[in-house]
């Protein structure tokens, strides 16, 4: 394809920070930001852990009429949409509306407001429900909100695939720009904190129950028991090239190629996916970028933290890669896993080691579990041909991978 679609603005709202500047510095320093739930009271759940952003002040991202309107997942997304535009050094109305999309991925929508209006229905005296149940909640709630906020009337979307969404969102954002739109606002946010998100969740058995946040999230480890959930995620700005150089943006990076496969099967309370449906997921998003295997530098995994999930991670990645991948790095441990906003997050972290002209080390393993025996990054080290495979799976059957080519960094010593 002629037409090339890169990155130019990155917008983070994690629990490693509010801002890009914030996450990198978490990611490079290697602090753990998971903690004891805050959100709620966790004390009747074995689950009591969790990722959530520090400090976070809606208010200062939205007004009151969007407030009482819209759940903590769409501010969080506010918020990070409002960082990514700004870094890429564009208004925030679009000043050709038809011009500029919005395209996020969405798992579970707004639980808070949801929990709350729904304990007024079946515990309060009204049994009434406030009018803007009906969209808070809704899958695509953020996705509308944002593009009646800033005027993003072209092709606008939501995908739907738990944690893959957040890798299959920034490839529908570059078809779209390959069809005629030059701006489109692409990533994920998430929020599954409320009682009745966390329920959800336990129902899986894939969380971890353990007490103790430095223990609690250890994926590809012999310790590994479980995900600790968290909030938030990455929004980014996607450009057609042309319209980016034309304006003199920085572009941090070009999404160059995609793979999106399903299990076709459902996933029992013993399975692990399929190692070679994602293995093809690698591949495809390889072949369509004219990437070699031993061109990437690193990949940034999935990371459940599942004992068989890791097992079968490491399996798919060994079927692309051979006995000797590239290096794995995963910041995981460090957030807590925010599904769709958890993968939108790597894309950030990766984009942002090109930016820095470093390949951070891995949050772990400490000792890697029997099977999950892949060449973990223990040091930070230079990109050599600045490419990296980030890659996600949903719930049940879902693969995604995602290529990105970094641009070149800037001089060593020159302002950021």
């Given at each position: 394809?002629?037409?090339r679609?890169?990155?130019t603005g990155i917008?983070v709202?994690?629990?490693?920070?509010?801002?890009a500047d914030a996450?990198?510095r978490?990611?490079?320093?290697?602090?753990r930001?998971?903690a004891?739930i805050?959100?709620?009271?966790?004390?009747?759940y074995?689950?009591?852990?969790?990722g959530?952003?520090?400090?976070?002040?809606a208010a200062?991202w939205?007004?009151?009429?969007?407030?009482?309107?819209?759940?903590?997942?769409?501010?969080l997304?506010?918020?990070?949409?409002?960082l990514?535009?700004?870094?890429?050094?564009l208004?925030e109305?679009?000043?050709d509306?038809?011009?500029w999309a919005?395209t996020?991925?969405?798992s579970?929508?707004g639980?808070?407001?949801?929990?709350?209006?729904?304990q007024?229905?079946w515990?309060?005296?009204?049994r009434?429900?406030?009018?803007?149940?009906?969209?808070?909640?809704f899958y695509?709630?953020s996705v509308?909100q944002?593009s009646i906020?800033?005027?993003f009337?072209?092709?606008?979307?939501?995908?739907?695939a738990?944690s893959?969404?957040?890798?299959?969102?920034l490839?529908?954002?570059?078809?779209t720009?390959?069809r005629?739109?030059?701006?489109?606002i692409a990533?994920?946010?998430?929020c599954?904190?409320?009682?009745?998100?966390?329920?959800c969740?336990?129902?899986s058995?894939?969380?971890s129950a353990?007490?103790d946040?430095?223990?609690?999230?250890?994926?590809?480890?012999?310790?590994?028991?479980?995900y600790?959930?968290?909030?938030?995620?990455a929004?980014?700005?996607?450009e057609?090239?042309?319209h980016?150089?034309?304006r003199g943006?920085?572009?941090?990076?070009?999404?160059?190629g995609w793979?999106?496969?399903?299990?076709?099967a459902?996933?029992?309370?013993d399975?692990?996916?399929d190692?070679?449906?994602?293995?093809r997921?690698m591949?495809l998003a390889?072949?369509?970028?004219?990437?070699?295997?031993?061109?990437?530098?690193?990949?940034l995994?999935?990371a459940?933290?599942?004992?068989?999930?890791?097992?079968a991670?490491?399996?798919?990645l060994?079927e692309?890669?051979?006995?000797?991948?590239?290096?794995?790095s995963t910041?995981?441990p460090l957030t807590?896993?925010?599904?769709?906003?958890?993968?939108a997050?790597d894309v950030?972290?990766?984009?942002l080691a090109?930016h820095?002209?470093?390949l951070?080390a891995?949050?772990g393993?400490?000792?890697?579990a029997p099977?999950c025996?892949?060449d973990f990054?223990?040091?930070?080290?230079?990109?050599?041909?600045?490419?990296?495979?980030?890659c996600?799976r949903?719930f049940?059957?879902?693969?995604?991978?995602?290529?990105?080519?970094?641009?070149?960094?800037?001089?060593?010593?020159?302002?950021e």
């Amino acid at each position: 394809m002629s037409t090339r679609a890169v990155v130019t603005g990155i917008g983070v709202v994690a629990p490693s920070g509010v801002g890009a500047d914030a996450h990198w510095r978490t990611v490079v320093e290697g602090v753990r930001r998971t903690a004891p739930i805050t959100l709620f009271d966790p004390a009747g759940y074995p689950t009591r852990v969790a990722g959530e952003v520090p400090g976070f002040e809606a208010a200062a991202w939205a007004d009151n009429r969007q407030l009482v309107q819209t759940d903590r997942w769409t501010h969080l997304g506010f918020a990070a949409t409002r960082l990514a535009l700004a870094d890429a050094g564009l208004p925030e109305r679009a000043p050709d509306p038809y011009g500029w999309a919005v395209t996020l991925a969405s798992s579970s929508g707004g639980n808070l407001f949801g929990q709350r209006e729904l304990q007024r229905l079946w515990g309060g005296s009204s049994r009434t429900v406030g009018a803007y149940q009906s969209i808070a909640w809704f899958y695509a709630a953020s996705v509308g909100q944002l593009s009646i906020h800033h005027q993003f009337k072209g092709p606008c979307g939501v995908l739907v695939a738990e944690s893959a969404g957040g890798l299959d969102s920034l490839a529908h954002a570059v078809r779209t720009v390959r069809r005629g739109t030059p701006v489109v606002i692409a990533g994920a946010t998430e929020c599954p904190l409320s009682p009745y998100a966390l329920a959800c969740q336990l129902r899986s058995g894939l969380l971890s129950a353990a007490s103790d946040p430095e223990a609690a999230y250890r994926p590809f480890d012999r310790s590994a028991g479980g995900y600790v959930p968290a909030e938030g995620g990455a929004v980014f700005v996607v450009e057609e090239l042309g319209h980016a150089v034309a304006r003199g943006a920085r572009i941090y990076g070009e999404v160059t190629g995609w793979g999106a496969t399903h299990d076709a099967a459902h996933t029992g309370p013993d399975g692990a996916g399929d190692p070679a449906r994602y293995a093809r997921a690698m591949r495809l998003a390889l072949d369509r970028s004219g990437v070699t295997a031993d061109e990437v530098d690193v990949v940034l995994p999935d990371a459940l933290g599942v004992p068989r999930y890791d097992r079968a991670e490491a399996e798919a990645l060994r079927e692309v890669f051979g006995d000797r991948p590239p290096p794995v790095s995963t910041q995981k441990p460090l957030t807590g896993r925010a599904h769709q906003g958890g993968s939108a997050l790597d894309v950030a972290t990766a984009l942002l080691a090109f930016h820095h002209d470093t390949l951070p080390a891995s949050a772990g393993p400490q000792e890697p579990a029997p099977g999950c025996d892949l060449d973990f990054l223990r040091a930070p080290r230079r990109p050599r041909h600045r490419l990296a495979l980030v890659c996600a799976r949903g719930f049940d059957g879902f693969n995604s991978a995602l290529v990105l080519r970094g641009a070149p960094p800037a001089p060593r010593g020159a302002a950021e």
